[in-house]
């Protein structure tokens, strides 16, 4: 359960569902690179409910085949150039939904449940546009009432990055609670962390509240500052420095394979 | 009038709209929405709950990020702000991209939560500082989220008005149509009839933007300030001397 | 939004929807007499799922008119006296569920839906018994796969004990989500506490992952011990003693009007 | 057999039936299943996690009472135990009340999560120590959560045997019958025929149930009776010398 990094991201395989979470959450960004590095391709990259810079260094790498989210945002680095550029080409497929949605997909799914119904949508053109939705009767209604329904997403693995775990394999995720939704929905979970403590984060009611138990945990690994480059709310702010550069290096393809060369495969941190 | 104080302008044009609200919600990246909220709460108590999304210390939502959904759904929120690339008459919101979806150029990053909050939060404000025709279109090119829904469409909530750098619109749910409410002191009718890409209602002597009273002035620099530069610092730097 | 017992109370009305936890979770027991002091009446009350001790005081003073539940059980002290008396007589309306129902009844007016699919169930009699459930095809699959719907239930108010609460109305619940579930699902929440702190509950995060934010809350009491004599899982353990004589009281209906005037009207506490 | 080396070996007996499962959920009021998994945890470290439903302390959900049922529904609990005021011999239970609903006499609790876990769970053990006609009957008077399924219905779980302090049957799900497996030593097939109203196969030499392993009772005795006492206090009085 207790792993490295390597050991880790070697669980998620080519062709993988995988979820990660908002960058409000806690972004897995050291296992990322490490996806990259292990060469991981076609991933079926599920934002929840939306994604910025972990799914736009994955699209880059040519790790994705399908990009399923609400939005993918650099916040005030967009627009995102890898993102971009892959929607120019259509070389990845893009699955567009709204936060909600995803968020009902994945709880579906928490709930062994084929689909969930979602009020809104209805007369948006993401509806029109998706593949998968339904548009149903609600049954309780003797008029017309439309309601859409959702299909169950159930992800080959959870991913994201939370402050702390202790030995027994439970993770505290405090207020992030799409985490827990996340791995629930998911078969298995993989977790950086901040840091592993002793003993059994359970045994203190205060910590237990915020506890993702272990029997939802596929691997941890203790990865400090492991959102680098972006910030944590559980830890540092993000690094704007980096991200300029970011921005700079992967208007190119060019530039982004070096951005690639330099803080991916080489694992420079500055 | 500086920049500085065009934005503060705005901050307090927006706090005097949710001076009805018990909840107001606003984006992490919204600074002007978010220092409105906390101007109004600091003000008049009113709005009781500002939630600051995204943030963490400014935020009281503790059901994960699912819960400002449910919160909607509830009808427990009740003014948030929505922008969009593209803005039409009918208040149809384009968050998408420009050009045909899905090989929009440019494209945008995506529908967010729109497709579903503009549904169901009665006071949707929508704030897009550019009021250029490239923005403010008669069709938009994508419809990210509908301003009007048939009557047989579950709809609780939807556009209060439009507020841009040079004027305010109100929304006619009924006519599906924006009208000319209020012109900022920095435009004019013309130049509001020149940068508008639909059309919409006015009157020949539509009122200038009533200058922001000197009291909540006060209040934002003084009072409200250190909150803001809390929540939004770069944003706090553009606005405010110290 | 701080208030006294008796203010708390009073804002509960003839006629409420109520939807109060199970015995595990936190029972207002102390607010459950001042209800019957106070005679209120017409009550429909929801066990989430499940109730016991609480539901079985209000169906025997005569508040409850209808009782929505998956169990109405006194753990090792069952039978319930005045639930059975109530079975016998017909006197008071009973809808049985299986507690996930109750479960996902409330969380679709969490979430404000009409409905929310759920698994199961098909077979039971509790679902040829139920007047609001429905059995509707799953939209997505080719084949017969039937699907029981749950409609929503909005409680006007759930009621609940909890271990805190600080001074702007936020409430410490813990693990004990379902409160949370139970808060946002129904119109309001009315509390009652062991104790109320000084400050902020969510400017600790250790603590704020447990958190009903006040936005929910409808009025808070401080009330210690006020689960008696029931156990609090953050708190005493069951009174036995009186829980034994309430089984010896409660066997005939002149007992029961007995242990009412002791325990209740005239408030003694062993 | 004393009262506490009968339950000592229905703990025993048990605990074998769980070795080849990972997650184990067990009501706080079962407390022989209980012991049980905590007894098949101690000595096999599998199941690898055993949850004490209603306890706080020997109970590791932090989603609040609905965890239960969306771990069910996950395929994340192997195994569970289900009772009931009548079962009968399809398997089906009644958790409601024995004569004609609404208006049972007796009326029981109700049917809690039965009408779902049975559904979702893998192996449900049924687990009664009343071994008459008068709870094992021909057909139950309510099915609270019926014992099967025709092939349209979705349904992942059911049960696996019926566990009594007589006896121990296993249900074939494809005649919807149970199976006399084993006779415990305190019983005899006469005895077993005799107090069972639903028809069962069996053989004429069914096996006397096997004597609990020494080892498991060692462990039973001194390792596990401590985590036991702590969990269910007064059972353990019971069945523990001290």
Redesign the interface.
């Known amino acids: 359960m207790l792993t490295s990094i390597e050991a880790l991201t070697a669980h998620i395989k080519d062709g993988f569902k995988l979820a990660v979470p908002a960058d409000y959450s806690g972004i897995a960004m050291e296992a990322t690179r490490q996806i990259i590095r292990q060469g991981t391709k076609n991933l079926h990259l599920i934002g929840v409910p939306t994604s910025g810079l972990q799914a736009e260094l994955l699209i880059g790498a040519g790790c994705v085949s399908i990009f399923e989210s609400s939005a993918l945002t650099l916040g005030e680095y967009n627009p995102a150039p890898r993102f971009s550029a892959a929607i120019n080409e259509g070389s990845v497929k893009i699955v567009d939904a709204t936060c909600p949605a995803i968020h009902a997909a994945l709880q579906a799914s928490q709930k062994g449940l084929p689909f969930m119904p979602l009020r809104g949508i209805i007369g948006s053109d993401i509806l029109n546009n998706h593949p998968d939705w339904k548009v149903i009767q609600n049954p309780f209604s003797d008029t017309e009432d439309k309601i859409v329904a959702i299909p169950a997403i159930q992800p080959d693995a959870a991913l994201f990055h939370a402050p702390l775990a202790d030995q027994e394999g439970n993770v505290w995720v405090g207020r992030r609670r799409e985490q827990i939704n996340m791995a629930q929905a998911s078969k298995t979970a993989y977790v950086t962390v901040e840091k592993i403590i002793e003993g059994n984060l359970l045994d203190d009611e205060e910590l237990a509240a915020g506890v993702l138990p272990s029997l939802y945990v596929g691997a941890i690994a203790e990865v400090p500052s492991g959102t680098w480059p972006l910030a944590f709310w559980q830890g540092g702010s993000e690094d704007s420095e980096h991200l300029n550069l970011y921005k700079t290096m992967a208007a190119t393809e060019e530039g982004f394979n070096e951005y690639l060369q330099k803080f991916v495969y080489s694992g420079e941190k500055s | 009038m500086t920049a500085a104080s065009q934005k503060k302008a705005l901050i307090c044009f927006i706090a005097k709209l949710l001076r009805d609200c018990n909840?107001v919600a606003v984006g992490?990246?919204s600074p002007i929405p978010g220092a409105a909220a906390l101007l109004a709460k600091a003000v008049w108590s009113s709005p009781r709950?500002v939630n600051i999304?995204?943030s963490?210390k400014n935020n009281?939502?503790?059901?994960?990020?699912?819960e400002?959904?449910?919160?909607?759904?509830?009808?427990?929120i009740d003014a948030f702000f929505l922008g969009g690339g593209q803005i039409d008459g009918a208040a149809n919101i384009n968050?998408?991209?420009r050009g045909e979806?899905?090989?929009?150029?440019?494209?945008?990053?995506?529908?967010?939560?729109?497709?579903?909050?503009?549904?169901?939060i009665p006071k949707v404000i929508l704030f897009r500082e550019e009021h250029t025709r490239r923005v403010l279109v008669d069709k938009v090119d994508?419809?990210?989220?509908?301003g009007t829904?048939d009557d047989?469409?579950?709809?609780t909530g939807g556009p209060f008005g439009l507020l841009t750098n040079k004027a305010f619109f109100k929304f006619n749910k009924n006519e599906k149509r924006f009208s000319l409410k209020s012109i900022h002191s920095n435009s004019s009718l013309e130049d509001i009839l020149d940068n508008t890409g639909f059309a919409f209602d006015y009157e020949k002597d539509t009122p200038i933007t009533a200058a922001p009273d000197p009291e909540l002035l006060t209040v934002l620099d003084n009072e409200v300030s250190a909150k803001i530069k809390d929540v939004y610092p770069q944003f706090a730097q553009t606005i405010f001397v110290n």
Chains 1, 3 share one sequence.
Request: glycine share 10%; hydrophobic share 35%.
């Open positions: 909840h992490a990246s709950h999304l995204g963490t009281f939502f503790t059901n994960g990020s699912q400002l959904f449910d919160c909607a759904a509830q009808g427990r968050l998408m991209g979806y899905p090989l929009n150029t440019p494209r945008w990053p995506g529908t967010f939560g729109s497709a579903y909050l503009y549904f169901l994508f419809i990210s989220a509908p829904s047989n469409t579950y709809r």
